[in-house]
């Protein structure tokens, strides 16, 4: 029997949210989650380098502004559920020598992409970026403030990711100070025996402790990560961790689904897989939660994120200027992306290219004043014009065929025919609708979407990859 719930959210200008179980067991297969287009198991495993000199070269002829993010993958502490590429280490000392390797980096990419373009967008993510000492976090940001053109402005986007266990009493003040206006909290679950198995004590009272010192100083958007799916989680105990949340009240939440991979990735061996949740209650957990969040007036914004409706998420989706990168939901669709570290994936209009994943290798092709580039993608236009449409659904929800028209020129119909008549199931299902004008997910769509946009994935179209996981 099928349950269907119908959530209203607080904008009338968003559709309802509706929760079909018999509809998300046919569509609930693998898929990607977009953060790319291709997506990165297309990328070429021997990328030349040069293709990325020649890209940075396009770019920089556009003038278009940039994104700047940096992987930072010290950690203190190891927890057992993380997939992220990262080094586990107590030695504050390694942050320096990596500090100067990356403003190495740093320096090549400047003449590459041009020094004078507007860094409208800044992120410091990880492993632990609050690991590096205050004067580690000063003189990396200096040096970047050397070689590339930071902004000051109020409509500036400086993130850095904050786990509350590794905050003192200068660290948020020294972030402020340098810049960052935005930070997002490593909470995941508050239940002292979840955090127990994971190896990540956190006292409730700390992650308060952070997020009003932080709302003290002026820092906006701030961001909890959760995560469900973990050990002894239930439903129950699930829902208090979302009530101690909302309290908090954080301006954006983003609740991840656990995917237990231990033979990909080792920590997760510490996990036992009999202390999981079924299938079934992750189902319940993810249903209940989406529910309680709508109820507390957060809109849903799309994959596994929320955002309050004052939010910039919320405002540039109901705008239609709402962008996906490999950093999630953004509102800067227009920068192209310079990474910078250990595996960092970087942008442009029309290629990809990933540094190389293996902390050595990356630290010998910057100590010899070389790039780390081992992976990438040069696009095709079909590329190109897939992306924007995959853009399109998962950010706005809506595909609009004169849109389309006006931005490549053709003709969505002829284009997309085989794909259009794929779709006609999902158009019976009533997971989006087709006016003639428009393409336009419905409520039971919305979560789904990632089924949707593999319809126009042409990577994908022999079907759903196992090398993905699922998509709730």
Known sequence: MTATATLQTTESTLPEFIWDEALIRRYDLSGPRYTSYPT????NQNYPVEDMVKAAARSKASGRPLSLYTHLPFCAHLCYYCACNKVITKKRDKAMPYVERLLKEAAIQSRLFGADRPVKQLHW?????TFLPKEVMEHLMAGYGELFNLQTGDDRDYSVEIDPREVDQD?????WDLGFNRISLGVQDVNPKVQKAVNRIQPREMTEAVLNEARRLGFRSINLDLIYGLPHQTPESFAETLEAVIEMSPDRLSVFCYAHLPDRFYPQTRILSETLPTPQQKLTILHNTINRLLEAGYEYIGMDHFAKPD???AVAQRQGRLHRNFQGYTTHSDCDLVSLGVSA????????FQNNHDLPSWETAIDAGQLAITKGVNLSRDDRIRRWVIGQLICQFRLD????ANEWGENLDRY???????????IQDELIADDGTALQVQPAGRL???AICQIFDLYRKEGASQRFSRII
């Open 40 to 43: 990165a198991v297309e990328f």
């Open 125 to 129: 993510g990880g492993g632990t970026p």
């Open 171 to 175: 660290t948020l003040p020294t972030l």
């Open 311 to 313: 939010d910039s998420l």
């Open 345 to 352: 994936i970087g942008q442009t209009d029309d290629a990809y």
């Open 401 to 404: 065929r004169q849109q389309f």
């Open 416 to 426: 997309f025919t085989d794909e259009l008549n794929r779709l006609k199931p999902m």
């Open 448 to 450: 789904l979407i990632r």
